[in-house]
T-cell receptor, first 115, second 115 residues
């Protein structure tokens, strides 16, 4: 499968724990985006990364959330000390360039549930 | 500010008929791209079609076409010959040119295709 790979597909955490969500972009894609989808809502942009660099994090909450895209390995979205309001579907997308005519290809998402 | 508006929360269509899903947008950037994504009940986001702000012709991809009216800032999705498998949420999204590369999504339209 050459698409965007996200894991895990489902993640359950207790309040106060840490959640780590992984995303491997499509082969040849160096631009990665994270979005969050709350129930019954559209996707909201969180962060845009290009290998080892955060380009735009205007949608990231100021505390507890961080993202990285190391030179080797997948992109990681990390949520520390999770709260009930973090329950959502988290989608990763990738594109080969930053050109605005390039579609972003999405993974299947990680459904995060906080108990 | 950039904004995408989808005014139809839900729609019904008979199998084999055509359906139009509405999308209007607001941006002050002359360079932008418009995208439609499909989200079936299984949750993944599937890219359908793209329209660039400078494209002279309406985009088409198989049974999907985009009715792009730039002066009215609308980018409606037309699905011809609806199939039962078209039942899903449909999201309109916009990406502006420039440094930012994020997609702004509408709230979606839930399409139900009836036999």
């Amino acid at each position: 499968n050459a698409g965007v790979m996200q894991n895990p597909r489902h993640l359950v955490r207790r309040r106060g724990q840490e959640a780590r969500l992984r995303c491997s972009p499509m082969k040849g894609h160096s631009h990665v985006y994270w979005y969050r989808q709350l129930p019954e809502e559209g996707l909201k942009f969180m962060v845009y990364l290009q290998k080892e660099n955060i380009i735009d994090e205007s949608g990231m909450p100021k505390e507890r959330f961080s993202a990285e895209f190391p030179k080797e390995g997948p992109s990681i979205l990390r949520i520390q000390q999770v709260v009930r309001g973090d329950s959502a579907a988290y989608f990763c997308a990738s594109s080969p360039t930053k050109a605005h005519d390039q579609p972003q290809h999405f993974g299947d998402g990680t459904r995060l549930s906080i108990l | 500010a950039q904004k995408i508006t989808q005014t139809q929360p839900g729609m019904f269509v008979q199998e084999k008929e055509a359906v139009t899903l509405d999308c209007t947008y607001d941006t002050s950037d002359p360079s932008y791209g418009l995208f439609w994504y499909k989200q079936p009940s299984s949750g993944e986001m599937i890219f359908l079609i793209y329209q660039g702000s400078y494209d002279q012709q309406n985009a088409t991809e198989g049974r999907y076409s985009l009715n792009f009216q730039k002066a009215r800032k609308s980018a409606n999705l037309v699905i011809s010959a609806s199939q039962l498998g078209d039942s899903a949420m449909y999201f309109c999204a916009m990406r502006e040119g420039g440094a930012t590369n994020k997609l702004i999504f509408g709230t979606g339209t839930l399409l139900a295709v009836q036999p």
